[in-house]
Every structure is written in C-alpha cells, then in structure tokens.
C-alpha cells in the first residue's frame, strides 16, 4: 500500500488492466475510478478508462473520459486525435451533434486538414444551417490548400455548400473565384448555373450553361443541358427563336 497520489494512480491501473483481461469489468472500473482520483490531472488514467468503458458500450462515460484527457494533454497531434476519437463517439454511437461539434471544432484548430472532422463539421454545419461557421470552416481549409487545382476544388465545394445554407451571395463569389482560375471547370459551370437560376440571375445561368455545352463531349448531357437552355429561354428569357434553336439540338442528340 501507499499514500503517495502517482504511485497509487499506477498501482490502481495495473490493477485494472489486470481485472479487464480476466473479465470482471465492474472490478476494472472500480480500480481505473481510483486511479482517476488518485491523478485526476494525468491524461494516462482517463484514456485507460476511456478505453475500457467503450469496449464495455459506455460510450457517453468513455466520451467523457476522452475529452477530459484532451484538456490535460499539451501535444497538438495528440490532442487532436483524443478529441477526435471523443467527437466520433459523440456522433456515431450517441447521436449528440452538439457535443461533437464542440470536439470537431477542437480538432480542426489544430488539424485543418484532417479530411474526415472538415466533412464532419462541413455536414453538420449544413444541417443546423451555420452559415457563419460554415463559411469559416470553408475559408481554413481554403487557406490550408496550396495545390491549385486542389484550390479550384475546393472552391467548388465551398460554392455549393455556401448555396445549402441559403447563402447565394457567397456561394457565387467562391465558384467564380474557381472558373477565374479555371473557365472550363465542368462542375463549377454547372453549379454556377443552378445557382444563378435560383438567384433569378438568367444571363449568368445561359452563358455558363452555354460554355458547359461546349465542354461536354457526351450527347445525352447535352441534350440535358439544352434541355436547361429551353427551359430558360421559354419561361425566363423568353426568346423563341433560342428554344427552337435548343430544341434542334435536342433532336440532334436524340432524333
């Protein structure tokens, strides 16, 4: 036996690990519970016990147990990944989107470019309608990207998500910002001109779309994209001479 706080953290755990490979779980959290209390600002006993109560289904207790570790720990990339174990639990096991949020978040300061927490959060975001965050979360990651044509991407994706949330304005700014690095950008042509039609922005949809037909090689997304012209031409423009024209080259590609 000992009095002293470290010697008996280690005791307790030893103790632990050992009940858990016989079985007796309720022994194993009792001792992993002493060695908490025994250290209760050392990182160790928490993520033994985390460890412990997921495998026995206490994902709310091993969540608690990882965040709690994370607090106490110094290095970024273990942070990073303590936090991120604890955001998926949150999510995946316990369906509480708040608290994940809150670890994902943490993660992502520190990791902007781990792929999983950005579609993680991108999703949730979207989902609760956080425009001010999302757009946030959209603009790290841009900063966070040196490859150009992985920027013009993502500027793609950023456009797309901006216009999920109801946010036409930026939506557009971030897909033009990719076809000025890259006019012939067939999914940013095509989410400009969806975006542009809702935005009741006609022109800007016929010209990209007109441009997307250019760039399409296959026949049947063409006749898809003069069917969007014909469209715009019977309700919106309404230039009779441009429909028949898109109708001809419907029957072009689909006699």
Avoid: C
């Amino acid at each position: 036996r000992t009095d002293r706080a470290p010697e008996k953290a280690t005791l307790a755990m030893r103790a632990a690990e050992s009940f858990a490979l016989a079985g007796a779980l309720d022994d194993a959290r009792t001792m992993f519970e002493q060695a908490v209390e025994a250290a209760p600002t050392h990182p160790i006993p928490r993520l033994g016990f985390a460890d412990l109560l997921e495998s026995a289904g206490d994902f709310e207790g091993a969540a608690a147990q990882l965040e709690a570790a994370a607090e106490l720990l110094v290095t970024p990339g273990w942070k990073a990944e303590i936090d991120y174990r604890a955001g998926v639990l949150r999510e995946d096991k316990l369906g509480d989107q708040e608290k994940a949020r809150a670890a994902f978040e943490r993660v992502f300061v520190l990791d902007p470019k781990n792929d999983d927490v950005f579609g993680r959060l991108r999703k949730i975001y979207v989902a609760t309608g956080a425009r001010g965050e999302l757009a946030e979360l959209l603009e790290r990651r841009l900063d966070s990207v040196e490859d150009p044509a992985e920027r013009v991407e993502m500027e793609v994706m950023r456009g797309r998500a901006l216009a999920e949330v109801g946010d036409a304005g930026a939506a557009k700014r971030a897909l033009l910002a990719a076809l000025e690095s890259n006019p012939d950008h067939v999914d940013a042509l095509s989410a400009f001109a969806e975006l542009s039609v809702a935005d009741e922005d006609y022109e800007g949809a016929e010209q990209a779309l007109i441009r997307l037909a250019r760039l399409t090689s296959d026949a049947e997304k063409q006749a898809e994209i003069y069917m969007r012209l014909g469209d715009l031409y019977d309700v919106h423009i309404t230039n009779a001479d441009r429909a028949e024209a898109s109708s001809q080259e419907i029957l072009k590609r689909r006699p």
